[in-house]
């Protein structure tokens, strides 16, 4: 079984991930660490805040922050008069193809700048277009094979 301990380490853990990879405020990275090993799943603001040892406001702007990504959601209990703050499972989350093609696009356009002169230039337009347009069309085809693989238990 684990501890209280274990699980803000955890959450220290994440937030030191997430400040480094995603340029949050580690608060906001413990916030979703704590969220995802919590118990129960769902805590109020001032639960987070508690257990966190962190600001009302730190964890107020960190969960206003992970709600706008879509990482979070509030709910409210019939009887409640708080918000209980829980984590949104997206499986498509990260597979969307736009970003992917609009960067590609960008890279065409910066390609047909640099016509003929700058290889250097050119060929680094021309591997971001490729890589780019190689992911997007790739992101679908890989969820729909994790799905396949959640049906058959792999």
Same mark, same amino acid.
């Given at each position: 079984?684990?501890?209280?301990?274990? #699980? *803000?380490?955890?959450?220290?853990?994440?937030? &030191? @991930? %997430?400040?480094?990879?995603?340029?949050?405020?580690?608060?906001?990275? #413990?916030?979703?660490?704590?969220?995802? @090993?919590?118990?129960?799943?769902? =805590?109020?603001?001032?639960?987070?805040?508690?257990? *966190? =040892?962190?600001?009302?406001?730190?964890?107020?702007?960190?969960? =206003?922050?992970? $709600?706008? #990504?879509?990482?979070?959601?509030?709910?409210?209990?019939?009887? /409640? #008069? &708080?918000?209980?703050?829980?984590?949104?499972?997206?499986?498509?989350?990260?597979?969307?193809?736009?970003?992917?093609? $609009?960067? &590609?696009?960008? &890279?065409? *356009?910066?390609?047909?700048?640099?016509g003929d002169g700058g290889a250097e230039q050119r060929d680094l337009l021309?591997?971001?277009?490729?890589?780019?347009?190689?992911?997007?069309?790739?992101?679908? /085809?890989?969820?729909?094979? %994790?799905?396949?693989? =959640?049906?058959?238990?792999?």
């Open positions: 079984m684990t501890t209280l301990e274990d #699980r *803000l380490a955890y959450a220290e853990r994440v937030g &030191a @991930v %997430w400040a480094g990879r995603y340029r949050v405020a580690p608060v906001t990275g #413990r916030i979703a660490g704590y969220l995802y @090993v919590c118990d129960p799943p769902t =805590q109020t603001i001032d639960e987070l805040a508690t257990a *966190l =040892q962190a600001s009302r406001t730190a964890i107020v702007a960190g969960v =206003q922050l992970l $709600e706008s #990504r879509g990482l979070v959601r509030r709910l409210r209990t019939a009887g /409640e #008069r &708080a918000d209980r703050v829980g984590i949104v499972f997206d499986e498509a989350r990260g597979f969307d193809p736009a970003p992917y093609l $609009e960067a &590609a696009e960008l &890279a065409s *356009l910066g390609l047909a700048l640099v021309a591997r971001t277009a490729s890589l780019n347009a190689y992911l997007a069309a790739r992101l679908p /085809e890989l969820l729909e094979e %994790w799905r396949h693989s =959640q049906e058959e238990g792999t």
